[in-house]
């Protein structure tokens, strides 16, 4: 009895699968290329943040400050 169970769950997850991948269209090079660029800057920004609640000098608070502002700029220049 569990083994038609289990073979329904296979066929559902093999239906879900090929559903997903035929929903989606296929990205063009630039559009790969956009969406890895936005992914650095957001791990970029990311990165500095967590690095700013850790820094200790004031010269350093004020570089990774402005690192993130810029950041926040191209970003924003991304999804324009």
Do not use: N, P, W, Y
């Not at 630039?30 to 992914?39: G, P």
């Not at 850790?54 to 990774?64: E, G, V």
Request: glycine share 2%; no cysteine.
């Amino acid at each position: 009895m569990a083994r038609g169970f289990e073979s329904k769950d296979v066929e559902f997850q093999q239906a879900e699968k090929e559903r997903a991948t035929t929903q989606r269209r296929a990205l063009t090079a630039e559009e790969r290329e956009a969406d890895a660029k936005r992914r650095t800057l957001e791990l970029a920004l990311a990165r500095a943040k967590g690095d700013l609640t850790a820094a200790r000098t004031a010269a350093h608070k004020r570089m990774l400050a402005e690192a993130i502002t810029a950041l926040e700029q191209q970003l924003a220049a991304t999804r324009d």
